[in-house]
Each structure stands twice: as C-alpha cells, then as structure tokens.
C-alpha cells in the first residue's frame, strides 16, 4: 500500500463537523497531492456512493470511497475527528475517516490494494494505534503496514482452507469412522460477501466474517464479489460446507451453487457490524435441518436507508420484493425498447406510418427503392418488438427464482401475447412463473435428483402450471382488463387526461431512472406494443416529461452561473443533449449535489410538461430519441412548447431555491463563478 497513502494525506486534528466537510478536506489533500483532478467532480461521486447506503461502521469508523474519472491513482486519505462525525453507523458518530478513492477503471490489482485497508479496519490494535498516533508520518506508515509483518493475503488464506477441505475429502476424514474423527471436523461455512462498489464493505464483511469464524472455531471461507468480479469457491469447498451466509448488497452471482444448505441471508453490513450471531443463526439453522431448496432472489440494494442489521430476503416487506422483481424484468425489457422502437421510428420517418402493412421483404424487397428498406427497419423492429411481453415475464421471473424460471416466465409470456392479454399479462406470466417455481423449489427432493431439477424438472413442470393458468384461468379476464385499459386510454380527454400526464411527470422525475421512472417509461412503452390513440399520448407525455430534468439543469447553469461550480456548468453543456436525447440520467449529477432543491423543482416542471402534452393531444409512436423523432409526433409544435414551459419553470424554481441559500464568503461551501461562496447541499 505504499503509494496509496503519505504524511501529506493524513490529517489528524479533522475540524470537519459534517461528513460532507469531512469528505471535502480530506479530498483537497487528495487534489493538492495530484491523485483528484477535479474535487466537485470527485465530491459528487463520493455523495453519490453516500446516497447509495451510509458508509458509517461500527467502532467510530466511517469509510466514504467511490470510483470516480477524477481519481488518476488509487488514494487513501485519512482523518481523526475529536468531536467525532455522523456517518450513519448503529453505534454513533466516527471520529476516524478514511477517504477511499479508485479510478472509474481500476482492476483488480488496485481494488485488493484498498480492500487490504478495510480488512485491517477489523483489527482492534490497528484502530488502537490509529487513535493513539501524534505524527502524520507515523501514521501513514502504520497504514500502510510498515510497522508490523505483512498478514497472508485472502486469497492464500483461502487456498490453504480450501486445500485442506480437499485433503480431507479425499481422505474420507468427514466420513462416518469413528467418533475421534468426527469431533475432528469443524463446523463449516461458506460466506459471499459484496457491495455496489466492490472496494471497501466487501472485504471488510468477509474479513469480519473469517475473523468471527476463528474465534468460535468454526471454519468460515468467503467469496468475494461485488462490481469488481469473484473468483469462485472451489465445489469442493461448498459441497463439505455445513452452512451458508450471504452478507450483500447486490445481486448473489451463481446462487445455485449453494442450493440446498442453511442460508443466513443478510446485508453487507450485518456481516461487519455482528458476524458472530449471522454464524450462531447459521449453526441453528443446521441443527434444526433448515435447508434452503431455493434461495430467494436478493432484496433490493442501493436503497440507501442505511439499515446495517440486514434481513433475510424472506422477510423483505412485500412492496419491496414486488418492486425488484418488477424492474429485474423492465431492466431487460429496455433495449429490445430502445432497439425496436427507434427502427421503427426511423422506418416511419422514410416511409410513412402506412409502412406497417407493407409486404414480408422476405418476398419483396427492392435495393434501390427506399420503400423496401423502410420496410426492412420496420419488420427487424416489429420482431424486436415480439419480444417485449415474453421478456418482460421471463426476466420477472428470474428475479424471483432465478434460472430455472425462465423457461416458464418466457413461455407465459408468449401466451399472454397469444391470448391478446398484452402487457397486463406479461406481468402476471412472469409473478405466476416465479411464484410456481418457488414453490417447487421448496419441495423436499432425493440428493440424486437435485442435479436434474434445475435443467429438466422444474422449467417441464412449471411451464406446463404457468401454460394451464395462462391459458384456461386467467388470460381472458386479463384480456379483458387490457382492453378496458385501452378504451380507458383512448376516452381520455379534458381533466382525465391532464390528471394522467401530472402524475406521469412527476413518476419520471422524481428518481431520474429509478424505480418510479421505470413504472412510467414501461407503462408507456406497453402501450406501443399495440398502439392505440390514448397510449400514444401516453408515450408523448412520458418522454417529453423526461426530457425536463437534464434541459432545466443546462439552462439554470447557462443563466446563473455563479449558483453552480465548475463542475456542474461543465455538466450542465452536457446535459443539453442528454436532455435532448431523452437521457433523463443526465440531470442525477445536480440531485446528487443539492437533492432538496433539484428534485422538487424537476417533478414540478415534468408535471407541467405531461399535463400540457396530455393537452395538447401530442402523440408519439417512438419510445425514446428525444427531439430526433420530433417528425414523428403529433402536434410537434405544441409538443416543443410543452417541453419549453416546462423547463422554464423548473429552472426558474431551482434558481429560486438555490439563490435563497447564498451565504456570506465565509460560508463553507463551493466557489460560484464570480468568487461568492454558496452553501453544500443540505
């Protein structure tokens, strides 16, 4: 770790009291020693991080990192706070902080470089020393670990366990020989650990874990995965495993693996914060033969409510679980959208709308006749498009059961299209496949039948559940519902219609991307699979919606520079096309920085937008491309004005709020452009 951290980095007197200051001076260090390259740049990505799940640890630790482009080499810097700071720990405030910054590419080398800090944050001598150290210079070597033997790395750790789990395999040790033998074996577990980042909770968990596990004598052997890739546990090693524990924040990958066993299935931070009692829950679950036939897609991450205590993913509020399987499957469903969909506009924008009932161009297609490649576009986008529904159900599906319930989430899907049930049907094909497939999986099997259940007997019998209850119990009611959504939709006019595109953009800027512009977007793009007049106004108003967030960011940093940093105008000549191009994202840099004043100010506007729009009585056949498919909206003119009047008063309100919290010059905060001084985000 020696180029990681120096005397220049470590400040030991931090006077910060927040952890917005705290990240700030520990970041000009950074800048000053030539590892950031833009502190606002860099500060918004640690308060994205931050957003993500508090970075507080018990023990008085607080660990802020993030990847960031303006980080050009992997750098630590470290703060003592004696009034001590609230990073969202359980236990209280922080008072040693350690600012942990790596290159948005950072490989793996670089990553097991930091994660060697987070293991030794573990130790109680470490932290001591930390605590008791008067010289920077002293303590940047401690940190680096120049004052004691270097400890084994994990991975060689973990190759002498999984050796020895080997040896005793094939020896036949765990074999029914003799009581002496068996008291011989310990008591086995395997653990997987990982966070959205991949650089501190991860191994800071894992080694939480290892270190519980030595103290009881139970043999603990960990897999760490998060966003930086895994090396896998040997089979060997999960197959003479008594026991398993997930402490993660995202997805378990290849979670088949451990079918069958005691699952303990927590949050990364639980693994930190109480690893002894996940391994006590782990050994009762064994005692009492709980075996985990089939673990439960992972609870949502990313939520960012700093729960450390973590719950197993059975426990999850309903609401939660629904949601992530909902967007497991809209996730995937987008890029047939984006593809599909803008073939489609482009094939509209050559030939004319009436290019849909053209000829198969498998029979008739003509080089040079523009027609024929019209025709082209729109039947490769027709068939990206046959795919939404079926895909949309499969991936649902496979959020909640994993692999094995592709089979039935796609097979239901394609009868929800048979049956005209539409995207109504592809939702409940793909909650109806997962919810069978679970059930099944928590049958007791025969172990010689757990090879074959996956592959062969679950996709056979649930596809035939999912195709009987599709076919004969509810798609014609679902039908039913879809066709009555679609009247609802084509009535609508007056006020209906206005209350609709209110609620539209405030779901499409509210979360720029989350869950709730999901549910817009995808309400909206379920509508083109069979257009109507009412969905396509729907579509109209979603997308123009969108559009406000990242087009009022770039007009309120071109009018008030001196409101934003540098960072952000320079995001904000950005956010002209992505605004333009119906990237919402484009705006998340600003809420990042100052969420109470961006996001209210963005929903109002999209609010005003959809209602306009809806209005209007603009429609739209193109899921996505911005202004580049305005030739092929209705009422372009209105349409533009409705994205105009929008934008306007978004930026006008986050002028408003923003010039409201000025403060004198000595006021923390970043410079404006003309040297005043505007308060952090609250």
């Given amino acids: 770790m020696s180029e990681l951290i120096t005397a220049e980095l470590v400040d030991l007197d931090l006077s910060a009291t927040t952890k917005d200051a705290a990240a700030r001076s520990l970041a000009e260090r950074m800048v000053a020693a030539h590892r950031v390259t833009d502190l606002d740049g860099f500060l918004a990505d640690v308060a994205a991080r931050e957003a993500q799940m508090p970075t507080g640890l018990d023990g008085g630790i607080g660990i802020p990192h993030c990847r960031s482009e303006h980080v050009n080499a992997p750098t630590l810097a470290f703060g003592r706070s004696g009034a001590g700071i609230d990073f969202g720990a359980a236990d209280g405030p922080a008072d040693l902080i350690f600012l942990i910054a790596a290159p948005a590419g950072a490989d793996d080398d670089h990553l097991t470089i930091l994660s060697g800090l987070a293991r030794r944050l573990m130790d109680p001598e470490f932290t001591a020393a930390l605590r008791a150290g008067t010289d920077p210079r002293a303590v940047a070597a401690l940190i680096r670990g120049e004052e004691a033997p270097e400890e084994p790395e994990q991975e060689r750790v973990e190759a002498g366990k999984q050796e020895q789990v080997r040896e005793q395999t094939e020896n036949g040790t765990e074999a029914a020989g003799g009581t002496e033998a068996a008291e011989s074996v310990p008591f086995r577990i395997v653990a997987v650990t990982s966070c959205p980042t991949g650089i501190a909770h991860t191994y800071m968990a894992a080694e939480s874990l290892a270190a519980a596990g030595r103290a009881e004598g139970v043999e603990v052997t960990v897999e760490t995965q998060g966003s930086a890739g895994f090396k896998k546990l040997d089979p060997a090693v999960v197959a003479a495993a008594d026991a398993v524990i997930w402490a993660h924040d ?307 940093t071109t009018v008030r520079k001196r409101l934003f940093t540098k960072t952000e105008r320079e995001n904000g000549r950005a956010a002209w096309v992505l605004g333009a191009s119906f990237i919402t994202e484009g705006a998340i840099p600003f ?70 919290r000025r403060t004198a010059p000595e006021a923390s905060g970043d410079a404006g452009a003309d040297g005043s001084r505007v308060t952090v985000a609250a």
């Fill in 591 to 660: 809420a990042a920085a100052d969420p109470l004043r961006v996001i209210p100010s963005v929903m109002a506007g999209g609010a005003v937008t959809g209602a306009l729009s809806m209005a209007f009585g603009a429609t739209l056949r193109a899921p996505h491309g911005g202004v580049f498919v305005v030739p092929l909206i209705g009422e372009p003119f209105l349409y533009l004005l409705a994205i105009a009047a929008g934008t306007l008063v978004a930026t006008a309100l986050v002028v408003l709020l923003k010039g409201a």
């Fill in 250 to 556: 995202v997805e378990v990958r290849e979670k088949s693996r451990f079918r069958g066993k005691p699952l303990v299935d927590v949050g990364v931070k639980a693994g930190i914060n109480r690893p002894a009692e996940l391994i006590a829950e782990a050994r009762r679950k064994a005692e009492r033969g709980e075996i985990a036939t089939a673990p439960d897609s992972d609870k949502a991450s990313g939520s960012g409510d700093g729960d450390d205590s973590g719950s197993d993913a059975d426990h999850a509020h309903f609401g939660v679980r629904l949601r992530t399987y909902l967007m497991s499957g809209v996730s995937y469903m987008v890029p047939f959208v984006a593809a599909g969909g803008l073939l489609i506009a482009l094939s509209f924008a050559i030939g004319g709308y009436e290019i849909a009932s053209a000829k198969s161009v498998a029979d008739h297609f003509v080089w040079g006749e523009a027609d024929s490649w019209a025709a082209l576009l729109n039947q490769i986008g027709s068939a990206a498009f046959g795919f939404l529904v079926p895909v949309l159900a499969g991936y649902i599906a496979y959020g909640m059961a994993d692999r094995p319930a592709l089979v039935p989430g796609f097979v239901g899907g394609a009868i929800a299209l048979t049956v005209n049930a539409g995207f109504l049907g592809g939702l409940v094909a793909g909650l109806l496949a997962g919810a069978v497939v679970m059930a099944i999986q928590r049958v007791p099997v025969h172990a010689t039948l757990r090879g074959i259940m996956p592959v062969l007997v679950i996709p056979l019998i649930a596809s035939a559940v999912v195709g009987f209850l599709m076919f004969i119990v509810v798609g014609k009611p679902l039908a039913s519902l879809q066709n009555a959504l679609t009247d609802w939709l084509n009535g609508l006019s007056g006020s209906n219609a206005v209350i609709l595109g209110v609620v539209l953009g405030l779901m499409m800027c509210f979360d720029m991307g989350g869950p709730l512009n999901k549910v817009a977007y995808a309400f909206a793009v379920g509508g083109l699979a069979d257009p109507t007049p009412g969905s396509l106004k729907v579509m109209a108003a979603v997308m123009a919606a969108g559009m406000v967030p990242p087009l009022a960011m770039a007009l309120a």
